[in-house]
């Protein structure tokens, strides 16, 4: 009975961003509960080390170069999943950036860029995986807000506004789907010690401090903190968890 309920042999799950960070310690969790994985990002070398890892761990796993912004590159990539791995179960909408100014320094094409790679992409991706779910009887939707889904910073107004339109954004999706059982959740990270970070930590004077502080947990996450919660949100353990946004954050969201 407990194996089952994790149990992901015989899945197909897309990740996108899935060749670093976070994308990555889902993607390492989902394929160790026996999930394929299509690893998706621009990056093409980045993706090929990804896949190395995973299959090293026993996995089948193919990365898939595509620009997540873009509608003919994401419909391209859904049909190559579908092709070469049969199936899609499971939507990992992981892609982000972010460009840190105030609300008054930040241009309209910056402003763009954040929200078309954090909010536009997971509406694209869920739109074209969205038939192949159907045709398999249900699938999970993963998508990745942050702690600016419920929180404001002076330097993160793309950003924030992205991580907050993807909680509703994944609410809608939940209510619209439900009857395709198709659940989808958000998981909000804290800090945790990526690439995208890391630029953070050097521009922002005193950040990894004040994140150690405000930790109860009393340290950043990293990666592996993500497996977890992937492995829970794409099998059967959370088949009655919809339209939820968990944060995975050592509990910075609730320090007073
Ligand atoms: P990384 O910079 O390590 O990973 C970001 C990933 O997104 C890369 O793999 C990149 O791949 C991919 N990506 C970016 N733009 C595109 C695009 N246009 N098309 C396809 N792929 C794209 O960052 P994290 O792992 O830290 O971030 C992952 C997610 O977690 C993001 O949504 C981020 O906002 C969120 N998050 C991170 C937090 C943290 O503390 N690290 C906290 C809260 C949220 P490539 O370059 O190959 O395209």
Request: a neutral charge; aromatic letters at 6%; one cysteine or more.
């Amino acid at each position: 009975m407990t194996t089952k309920l994790f149990d992901l042999s015989g899945k197909v799950a897309i990740v996108t961003g899935g060749n670093g960070g976070i994308g990555l310690g889902m993607a390492r969790g989902l394929a160790e509960a026996g999930a394929a994985i299509a690893v998706v990002g621009r990056n093409e070398a980045k993706s090929a080390d990804a896949v190395a890892d995973l299959t090293q761990g026993g996995a089948r796993a193919i990365a898939v170069a595509a620009d997540v912004t873009d509608k003919a590159a994401v419909t391209t990539m859904a049909e190559r999943v579908v092709r070469d791995l049969g199936r899609i179960d499971i939507l990992v909408n992981n892609a982000g950036i972010n460009i840190r100014k105030p609300p008054h320094a930040l241009d309209i094409a910056e402003w763009n860029s954040v929200i078309q790679t954090n909010l536009t992409s997971a509406f694209l991706c869920s739109q074209a995986v969205y038939p192949a779910m159907k045709a398999a009887g249900g699938g999970k939707i993963i998508n990745i807000g942050s702690m600016m889904s419920i929180f404001g910073a002076s330097f993160t107004p793309a950003y924030a506004a992205s991580k907050g339109g993807i909680v509703q954004f994944t609410r809608s999706c939940a209510c619209a789907w439900a009857a395709d059982n198709i659940q989808a959740n958000a998981v909000l990270p804290g800090w945790i010690d990526t690439d995208l970070t890391k630029r953070a930590r050097q521009e922002i004077d005193g950040l990894h401090d004040r994140v150690l502080a405000r930790t109860p947990a009393a340290r950043w996450g990293g990666i592996d903190d993500f497996a977890g919660i992937a492995v829970f949100l794409a099998s059967p353990a959370s088949d009655f968890v919809t339209g939820t946004a968990i944060p995975i954050d050592g509990g910075y969201s609730v320090m007073g």
